[in-house]
Each structure stands twice: as structure tokens, then as C-alpha cells.
């Protein structure tokens, strides 16, 4: 008997997916629940496992716009596990193998990066990741051994190749490169990276966008920080971070201004205005394969241990591609932290259909006035905010008043109590 392997649908509307490739060969005996491969769709990336136990029957190669529910591979349930049969690991090393013959630098696009960065020759390592790809931990792992170990081979680069250069280039291994190089090569989007690019371009092209900056005393959020920090772990088994502080300031000032909360439904003569008793406020997470947004629901009802403990998992899972489609759509609001990569200052873009959006930056001391002592400068540590917003919804003055409405919170943090 043949069990069919279909394409799951990773959510609604979403009817195409990427095959990024088998992790086991054709003719493998797997077992239920084996790994099998990964699919990416535009807005996640989920996980292909045997239905059940037997011989696998590969009928589809990876590649792009594979139908949602298309057959891509089968198992024989009817074979029994022969004793000389290879196992899934023996199959995975082959795969790998076959894989690295036409790549033989299968490694991430963080770990290639960071090869680069350090001269690390990617060929000499062996990779942890799924079919022997190396991750980023890999070459950080290479770069703690003595010099010996990693030393790096110059390799000869086409002084000019062709669009179409072969993806074992030393500029896709991340290999060093000689200076003087002029070597280039292509590497196809993936799909989500290509629906971020189209939101992007669409939020742009269809809200009138502007920004307002502001900046936030970041004293008292600090001090809370560290006198409660370690009391607030040991008890709730969760850090508290700045974020849980501004994702409470923002649920307060969109209590306050609930055209922030909203958003555009409907084109031309049938526009209406969508608001919302609730706050659905989504975090920025960045990965390996690009930016996602995962939703905390409800976060008017939300302790600061209950955000933490969110934000904390929806970042472990983020960069495991464990977040569920439904966990990264409908939010009503987004933070984005940019100050986590050292950002100063930045004009955060909207996440549609939301109409507003509050970028957080890094934290500097800088002169300024002292609150406690006025007309004398004292040096503090300042957080620049900006507050990008749909101003075909939300007025100059609004957008103001709620940016002015989270410094005040965040400057005097006991108000967050009431």
C-alpha cells in the first residue's frame, strides 16, 4: 500500500510553496514522523515528515511554485525494514553527499556571511545543520580553534564570470577572497524574503507614510531593571527586558489614541475605518531567512512575565522556523527594536494593513537636561523613538500625542501600574 506525501497548506490564501530539497534519499526506509524535507511559503517555513513507515518514493525535485496539496513523494507501507536497509541517518549523510557535490559549501546565508567576516574556508568544515549545512555556530566553533586549524586558502576567482557562475564560486563559499577581486554571483530570493520585499514596496506605494521622532530618559526603566531583575526571573523563569516595558506603554497610548489601533479596510468609495477594542501588538523577530512579526494577542490583559515569556518563545521558535502562519498575522499595532544591531535612528516602515508602527533604538548617554535639577546638563542614557504612521488615518497631532503619551511612560514607569 502507497501513502501519498501531499503538500500541506501553511495558511489561508497561501497556494504555492518552495521545496528547499530531500534531507533523505530516494529508497530510503524511514520510519513515521521522519524528517523528510523543509517547505518555505511566503510567510513561513514548516516541516515535511513520513506520514508513516516504509520504503520513500521521491516523484517531485525541490524547487519553486509547488501547488499546495500536490503529491511530491509516496511510501510503500507494504515494504518491510530489510536488515541491509539504509537507515534515515545513512540516507541523510548520502543526501548531504550528493548535495555537496554540487554545493560544497552547503551553509547558511548567516554562516557565510560570518566566514567572510572571519576567513574561515567553509570546505574545511563539517556542518550541524539538516544535510551537513553549516550554521553560523559552525564557523564561530572554527574560529575559537588555534590558528592552525583554520587557516584559509586563497582560491582563484574569474575576473569576470558569467550571471550564471557556479554556486561553489569562492564568493558563495565565503571563502577570503584576494584583493582585487571583481567576482560577483546570483543567489535566488527566497520566497519570504520576496513577499517582505512586495509588503514593503506595497506599504510604501499605498499609505501616505510619515514619521515623528521623539526621545525617551531611559533612568528609571534601567533602575527598575536592575534592582528587580533577578527577583523577577527567579519567580516568573523569564528575564525582564525593555521590551514588555514599551509593549506596556504602547497598549496605554493606543487605549488613548484608538485611530493608532486601527486601520483601512476596503478601497475608494467603500473605505472604512477598522477599529479595535483589543491590542494585538506585533514584535519584530529577525532570522536567518528575514524578518517576522509574530503576534502577542491581547496584550491589554498581559503581565510583564506573560510578555517576556512570549516574546522569548516566539524568538527560540523564530529562528527554529517552528512559528505557525496563524501566530504572524493580525496584529493591530508592531514594535520593531532596532537598537538590538546598535540602530541610532531609523524611519520604521508600516506593516500592512496596520497604520502605525514604533521603532525602538539604542540606548546612548547624551547631555541633557536634568530632570531633577533643571538648568544644569547631566549626562543620561536617551533611547530616540520614531513612530511611523498612515497619516491618511491618524493626524500629525495624534501621532504626536501617542508618541509623547510612551516617553511619558517609559520616563516614569510606576504610571504602567495604573
Not at 521623539?214 to 534601567?222: G, I, L, Q, R, Y
Amino acid at each position: 500500500m502507497a501513502v501519498d506525501i501531499t503538500i500541506p497548506s501553511p495558511g489561508e490564501s497561501i497556494t504555492e510553496v518552495s521545496l528547499s530539497g530531500w534531507l533523505l534519499a530516494d529508497g530510503t526506509y524511514v520510519e513515521k514522523d521522519d524528517l523528510l524535507a523543509e517547505i518555505e511559503s511566503d510567510k513561513a517555513t514548516l516541516e515535511l515528515r513520513a506520514p508513516a513507515a516504509g520504503m520513500l518514493k521521491i516523484s517531485t525535485a525541490k524547487g519553486d511554485a509547488i501547488k499546495v496539496g500536490a503529491v511530491v513523494a509516496s511510501i510503500d507501507t507494504s515494504t518491510a525494514k530489510p536488515a541491509t536497509a539504509p537507515t534515515a541517518s545513512a540516507a541523510a549523510t548520502h543526501a548531504a553527499a550528493a548535495t555537496t557535490a554540487s554545493d560544497p559549501f552547503r551553509a547558511s546565508s548567516v554562516a557565510k556571511k560570518v566566514a567572510a567576516e572571519k576567513g574561515v574556508d567553509l570546505a574545511h568544515l563539517a556542518g550541524s545543520g539538516p544535510s551537513g549545512r553549516v550554521m553560523k555556530d559552525d564557523v564561530l566553533a572554527a574560529t575559537s580553534k588555534p590558528a592552525a586549524s583554520t587557516e584559509t586558502k586563497p582560491v582563484s576567482v574569474t575576473a569576470s564570470p558569467s550571471p550564471a557562475s557556479s554556486p561553489a564560486s569562492s564568493l558563495a563559499s565565503g571563502a577570503a577572497i584576494p584583493a582585487g577581486s571583481r567576482g560577483s554571483r546570483r543567489e535566488k530570493m527566497t520566497r519570504l524574503r520576496q513577499k517582505i520585499a512586495e509588503r514593503l514596496v506595497h506599504a510604501q506605494h499605498s499609505a501616505a507614510m510619515l514619521t515623528t521622532f521623539n526621545e525617551c530618559d531611559m533612568t528609571e526603566v534601567m533602575r527598575l531593571r536592575s534592582e528587580h531583575k533577578d527577583a523577577f526571573e527567579k519567580q516568573h523563569g523569564v528575564g525582564l527586558g525593555f521590551m514588555s516595558f514599551f509593549v506596556k506603554a504602547a497598549v496605554s497610548g493606543l487605549r488613548k489614541y484608538p485611530r493608532v489601533n486601527a486601520y483601512i479596510v476596503g478601497q475608494g468609495s467603500e473605505m472604512e475605518v477598522e477599529f479595535h477594542d483589543y491590542c494585538d501588538i506585533a514584535v519584530a523577530v529577525g532570522t536567518e531567512k528575514g524578518l517576522v512579526v509574530p503576534v502577542l494577542r491581547n496584550c491589554e490583559g498581559q503581565s510583564f512575565a506573560g510578555i517576556e515569556g512570549a516574546i522569548k518563545d516566539f524568538a527560540t521558535r523564530a529562528k527554529a522556523n517552528k512559528l505557525g502562519v496563524d501566530e504572524m498575522t493580525g496584529g493591530t499595532f508592531t514594535i520593531s527594536n532596532g537598537g538590538v544591531y546598535g540602530s541610532l535612528m531609523s524611519t520604521p516602515i508600516l506593516n500592512p494593513p496596520q497604520s502605525a508602527i514604533l521603532g525602538m533604538h539604542t540606548i546612548k548617554k547624551r547631555a541633557v537636561e536634568d530632570p531633577k535639577n533643571p538648568g544644569q546638563v547631566a549626562l543620561r542614557p536617551m533611547m530616540y523613538l520614531a513612530l511611523s504612521y498612515d497619516h491618511r488615518i491618524i493626524d500629525g497631532a495624534e501621532a504626536v500625542g501617542f508618541l509623547v503619551h510612551i516617553k511619558d511612560m517609559i520616563e516614569k514607569p510606576e504610571r504602567l501600574l495604573f
